[in-house]
């Protein structure tokens, strides 16, 4: 199953825009790429997903490059509720969820 | 709407006792149903999934099992607890294809 990278930690200031990178360099025609993000000892919500066009909802956008081997999750302007392990993950298109991989993801740290 | 409830929220036993984690979804029909494992500091880890009644796939051989006795409600069972049992147990479900995960509050687990 395609893997995706991600930095372990980033700091933003509120009120700040954020851009969370992936690399998933391996990735097939038809996986789409999901964000989900997990608050302090809660389960993981969905946050964004696209396939290859850039995507916008009232969480987040996300932008997905030409090539399809990298993605930016961006929150416009970071709040302290933002603070939270942000998780990309690939998913085929005709797939269920079971083949998910759910790594470490990227905790973001939110600066008041 | 859609809500998925799991229960308890915190549980602590001992080696040896039983365990089960139950799992219900509300607002929906013939969803596919996941249980998943978070040890501490670490990824999601999934456990097993079902894709309709009576139909269980595990991922992963440990001292866990799943039954899925109605449409709606996924328990998560164990004989004999070992330490290494202990973790975040997160429920979801997903709809139609390629719809997102949805995940519960999860139970934290705790085998002393």
């Known amino acids: 199953d395609a893997k995706t990278t991600q930095p372990n930690s980033m700091e933003s200031n509120e009120e700040e825009p954020v851009h969370l990178p992936c690399n998933h360099s391996?990735?097939?025609?038809?996986?789409?790429i999901h964000w989900y993000r997990q608050l302090p000892s809660q389960g993981p919500e969905y946050v964004i997903h696209?396939?290859?066009s850039n995507v916008n909802n009232r969480m987040a956008s996300l932008a997905i490059a030409e090539d399809r081997k990298s993605s930016t999750l961006i929150l416009h302007r970071a709040t302290l509720r933002d603070a939270a392990v942000y998780y990309c993950?690939?998913?085929?298109?005709?797939?269920?969820?079971?083949?998910?991989?759910f790594g470490t993801g990227t905790r973001l740290t939110v600066i008041p | 709407s859609q809500t998925i409830h799991q229960w308890p929220a915190t549980l602590v036993q001992p080696v040896g006792s039983p365990l089960s984690l139950e799992c219900t979804v509300e607002g929906t029909s013939n969803p596919n149903l996941y249980w998943y494992r978070q040890a501490a500091g670490r990824g999601l880890q999934l456990l097993f999934y079902s894709v309709g009644i009576g139909q269980i796939s595990s991922e992963v051989p440990q001292n866990l099992s799943a039954s899925r006795p109605q449409d709606r409600q996924f328990i998560l069972s164990s004989k004999k607890l070992l330490l290494s049992d202990s973790g975040f147990y997160l429920c979801?479900?997903?709809?139609?294809?390629?719809?997102?995960?949805?995940f519960g509050n999860g139970t934290r687990l705790t085998v002393t």
């Open positions: 696209g396939l290859t």
């Open positions: 391996t990735i097939s025609g038809t996986d789409y």
């Open positions: 979801a479900w997903m709809g139609r294809e390629n719809s997102p995960l949805h």
């Open positions: 993950i690939l998913r085929d298109h005709f797939g269920g969820a079971n083949n998910l991989f």
